[in-house]
């Protein structure tokens, strides 16, 4: 197998595919003394079946626990021995990896990444460990803090009907302790091909190098028929669905507010617009929300996130906006979202072009100065690849945010912001007994 097809959907953005149906994306930055190599799979909380909750999760650590050709743990000892570090994340719409390491380590990375797409070493014995490992996570993240999982996983349970979009894709224990051998052999068969992945290189590199070295280990590894994703579509709600919750951990009240959004797959700009809209509402300290309800006195906090556990580019459709709230005792649920929408109101009647205008340069600065890291730009460009087929995206958001109009704008905060497709979950703290 060769490399089929190159093309530049964005200057200084090199996308190649191999005859396997692997893609591969290159954004050198010739400064950069370190390179970062992600990779991005096509599989997230959305692919799993009911009864297999938390699989995705379970998977992302299978992947460390030995390849084709290296031993449990191999890959994370020969990417720290040569100075660099790695991580991993599933989400709703996909699973993503990614290392950074000196640049003359790329070769390394490349390899240990094709070593295991193209094959893992799963056994009873490391298949229990790491879901003894995954409830220790859950453990920790969710089951010992006051409002775990707080707010993506009460705000989508409660907006989202289907299973696909509302369970809690961290993990079930009692179905991740039914998963077998056979039944883990089978996911990476059916979800972990390289005509289901992209993988993604930034920093200080070489095209016709990298692009040599991705074909050198990649090219040999089998193409599988890519799987057909199940539809996940369901209507948005068409009225406020208001639900309450006890927390057992908890000592004050709280509010995990859901919003359903323009669709990423139908209407990417006005997804995008969404963020746009959020990243001021919310701006800590300074946002309208924050003033009237943390400065107001009636909560400590309030957050908003955009898309799967606030990986806004990495959300397909259906999407959501995640709102937090950590209300102060004695603060009514409703008086707190009245507040909140009453803030927004506010904002909307002062939003001229001008202030739009100064959002949108503020926003870019933002956008331009987070995703300037190589790492950053490697597991960005996998995952909008993967999920949107579309890895110069983020190269393009500015220009979407400078050709909105403010009039249309409103239009679509209101729509989003103050409509009626969302989902109050009002989180009460267990009294305790004295």
Known sequence: MT????????????????????RIIIRPQPSVAVASVA?????????????QA?????????????????????????IEAAGG??????????????????????????????????????????????????EEEIRGAIWSRAYGGFPWFQADAALFETWANGHDGYGDMDDLRRVTVDDAEAFFERWYGPDNAVVSVAGGVVIEEVLATAERYFASIPARSRPERAAVDEPAPARPRWRTETDHIATEPAIALGLRVPS?????????????????????????WWRTLVDGGAAHQVEAYLGSMSDSFGTAHPASVAIGIRLRAGIAARDAVEALDAATHRWLDELDEEALAACVRS????????????????????????????????DRIPGIWAETEASSFRSLVDHVFLGPSRAIVDIQPVARQA
């Open 85 to 134: 570090w790695y991580s991993g994340q599933t989400r709703h719409d996909y699973t993503g990896y990614v290392v950074t390491v000196p640049s003359g380590a790329v070769d390394l990375a490349l390899f240990c990444e094709a070593d295991r797409m193209a094959g893992l070493r799963i056994t009873q014995a490391s298949l229990a460990n790491q879901v003894d490992v995954v």
């Open 54 to 78: 938390g699989f995705a999760h379970l998977f992302e650590h299978l992947m460390t626990q030995g390849s084709r050709s290296l031993d449990k743990v191999e890959h994370k000892r020969l």
């Open 39 to 51: 990779v991005s799979y096509g599989v997230g909380f959305r692919h799993e079946q009911p009864g």
């Open 363 to 394: 926003s870019t600065t933002t956008l331009r100065r987070g995703t300037a890291p190589c790492w950053v730009r490697a597991e960005i460009a996998a995952t909008t690849e993967i999920v949107h087929g579309d890895a110069a995206l983020v």
């Open 264 to 288: 990423p797959s139908a209407d990417l700009p006005g997804y995008l617009r969404t963020r746009l809209a959020m990243a001021h509402l919310a701006q800590p300290a300074t946002g309208p």
């Open 3 to 22: 490399v089929e097809a190159v093309d530049e959907p964005a200057p200084g953005l090199v996308r190649a595919r191999l005859g396997n149906g692997l």
